[in-house]
């Protein structure tokens, strides 16, 4: 087998080996798919799983599937492919509009949200649009979910199917451009401030301007907030996503809607307001699409694939030009998914879809509709336009 050929099989082989450890681990709900509770280390378990599934792979394949100097392995490092050829954004829905930026709170059940004492995200809905009834990807578990929300494609397809870092030398990125990549090769910059280190997977070289992201393990929402306010104020990216981790780690320490949870979630939303405190500082405030979402729910101690609970996220846009305090479920026919956040941040930005048939569509319903026209509906043009 030739080394490109062998890398490939690895990539494909190590993918089946750790989506096979991951419906192993889905008995026990306190653990997520990919054998790890989130910000934590592995169990013993979930551990000697792993080194169970390592110990049937070829010698060549333990631990990492990338020779050093293979052809995979230069592919791991070099920048990205989707960066070229460089592209002039089109025209945007919402010309103030040149800035997005999303905010993902891990773990975020939308009517534990309404239950908590959080001020700044009653404000933004009342000053934006919002839906309670968003839906995440069926897998409904953290870095695939991510990844869903951020290239507009289901986890089949954009190739991210475990949920914890594996033991590579090199990493391994999506099969399809993220929001980063669009954004960078339509001349935008980018920025990522997040609070496991598995969002690495977003950091494929040459897309990033500026980045956050822990070397090790997971951190508090209270460790992400202050570097990625300090990206905003300095920078002003155009695109960036700013990830909380908090909400999810006591939910599976102490259960979905527990007191501790209940906290956690305030002070996320504290979080929120400051992010808000320096898009102001920064003067790009008015210039903002504001996305407010999460990866998934969950219950009890853990969360899973196809529990309505874990599915069910909340989804809010704020932003000039945009509806003021309208509930997107007021149409039945607008049901937002995770894959919409992209393509609506693309929609922005005039950035045209990155991809053949994306699983996301542009929720034009945030934006008032001009006189005579009907309330916008989800978009049914071909994949080359929005």
């Known amino acids: 087998m030739t080394r490109p050929a062998a890398a490939v099989f690895a990539r ?3 993918s089946v080996a750790v989506v096979g450890l991951g419906l192993a681990a889905t008995a026990s709900r306190a653990v997520d798919e990919g054998g790890v509770a989130d910000g934590a280390r592995p169990t013993t378990q979930a551990s000697a799983a792993r080194e169970a599934v390592l110990a049937t792979q070829p010698a060549w394949l333990r631990p990492d599937p990338f020779p050093a100097g293979s052809a995979a392995a230069r592919a791991a490092t070099r920048p990205s492919p989707n960066l070229k050829p460089a592209a002039r954004p089109a025209s945007r829905p919402v010309e103030a509009i040149t800035h997005v930026l999303v905010v993902s709170i891990d773990g975020l059940r939308p009517d534990l949200l309404l239950l908590a004492d959080a001020p700044n995200a009653r ?5 934006g649009v919002y839906s309670m009834w968003a839906q995440t ?3 409904s578990i953290t870095l695939p979910s991510h990844l869903s929300m951020l290239t507009g494609v289901t986890p089949n397809r954009h190739g991210i199917l475990w949920n914890s870092d594996l033991p590579l030398e090199y ?13 960078k090769r339509h001349g935008y910059t980018t920025a990522v401030a997040a609070g496991k280190d598995k969002f690495d997977a977003f950091d494929r070289p040459g897309v990033l301007d500026w980045r956050w992201i822990p070397s090790k393990g997971a951190v508090k929402t209270g460790a992400v907030v202050g570097p990625a306010c300090d990206i905003i104020k300095q920078h002003k990216p155009n695109a960036m996503l700013v990830h909380f981790p908090s909400v999810d780690a006591t939910g599976h320490g102490n259960g979905w809607g527990s007191p501790e949870q209940m906290k956690a979630i305030t002070e996320a939303d504290a979080a929120l307001g400051r992010l808000v405190d320096a898009m102001e500082e920064a003067g790009t405030a008015d210039s903002t699409l504001m996305i407010i979402s999460a990866d998934h729910g969950g219950a009890m101690k853990g969360h899973g694939p196809e529990d309505p609970r874990s599915r069910h996220i909340p989804w809010i846009a704020v932003g000039p030009g945009l509806r003021k305090g309208y509930d997107l479920s007021l149409n039945v026919k607008t049901l937002v998914k995770t894959e919409d956040t992209f393509a609506t941040a693309c929609w922005a930005l005039g950035i045209p879809p990155t991809v ?3 699983d996301g569509t542009p929720v034009k ?3 008032a509709p001009r006189a005579g026209e009907e309330l916008m509906q989800p978009s049914t043009k071909p994949a080359k336009e929005w």
């Not at 404000?123 to 000053?127: C, G, P, Q, T, Y």
């Not at 990493?171 to 954004?183: D, I, S």
């Open 365 to 367: 319903a945030i934006v």
């Open 171 to 183: 990493p391994l990125f999506p099969n399809v451009p993220t929001l980063f990549e669009a954004a």
């Open 356 to 358: 053949t048939n994306l």
């Open 123 to 127: 404000k933004l809905m009342a000053r």
């Open 137 to 139: 990807t069926p897998q």
């Open 12 to 14: 494909w082989s190590w």
